[in-house]
């Protein structure tokens, strides 16, 4: 007689046991999960519901690893991240795309972030304010590495990242200015919630983003016409991209093969 086993299939991303890896990088933007995809070997599609797109992919040491799209904000993030731990993830990697708050930080530009300014509320489900948003040290210290190997100096930044939990900022609340003044790097809308979460639970995280404009100039990489597939056209934020999720591979298989 055959038995048939629960898989405990997770009710928003739809993957159960068997389908997640200790290993999760993670993207806001669903769209970039096959992309990341495409850097590694045997990709494959495991679920896709609700506009989370989760695939499993293996790094070129033969470590298996699952990408997902959480969507945009802490509030997605939360339910991905809780989800996937309930499945065994041990180690969350984010690969996205910040806004620069550093004058200098330009379009393409790639942030590895220490830690973060908890400007989201997400994040109090798990511990007081008071409690600091801290990247895994040997996580920061080998995505930094790798990504300092495939990009000049003068594009690699690392420091404080303000994740907010609102886009569009109206003149009167915004508080720009405080953080530029505090030598914040850059802003999201994810890492913090994805610190505190890995913190609490006993497991790991680290972010690494490519900076796609500037607070301080109004500039950013934006479609320009119906023809662009996405706001991600410019060539500096394009390779950005690309090296960033060459150095999460590369982080990958050094710490676990």
Known sequence: MVISLKRRIQPHIRAGEGDVH??????????????????????????????????????PGGVP?????????????????????????????????????????KTGDVVVPTGCVRDERTSLNYAPMEYPAIATPRWYNVLYEEIN???????????????????????????????TRANVKCVEMES?????????????????????????TGQKSEQKDESEKSGEQDPLLVEAIEKEIEAAVRSIDRLYV
């Open 65 to 105: 690893v699952t990408i997902s799209g959480t969507g945009m904000g802490t509030p997605t993030t939360h339910i991905c991240v809780e989800e996937f731990a309930n499945l065994g993830a041990r180690v969350f990697i984010r690969i996205g795309t910040c806004g620069g708050v550093d004058p200098a930080l």
């Open 149 to 179: 190997n495939l990009l000049p100096a003068e594009r690699v930044h690392t420091g404080i990242c303000w994740t907010s939990d609102v886009y569009y900022v109206t003149p009167e609340t915004s508080q720009l200015d405080v953080w």
């Open 22 to 59: 200790d290993v999760v990088l993670i993207a806001g933007n669903p769209d970039r999960v096959p992309i990341i995809g495409s850097k590694m070997k045997d990709a494959e599609e495991v679920a896709h519901y609700r506009g989370i797109l989760t695939y499993r992919a293996y790094t």
């Open 192 to 216: 913090s919630l994805l610190f505190i979460f890995a913190q609490t639970h006993g497991l790991e995280a680290a972010t690494i983003v490519a900076c796609d404009g500037n607070l301080h």
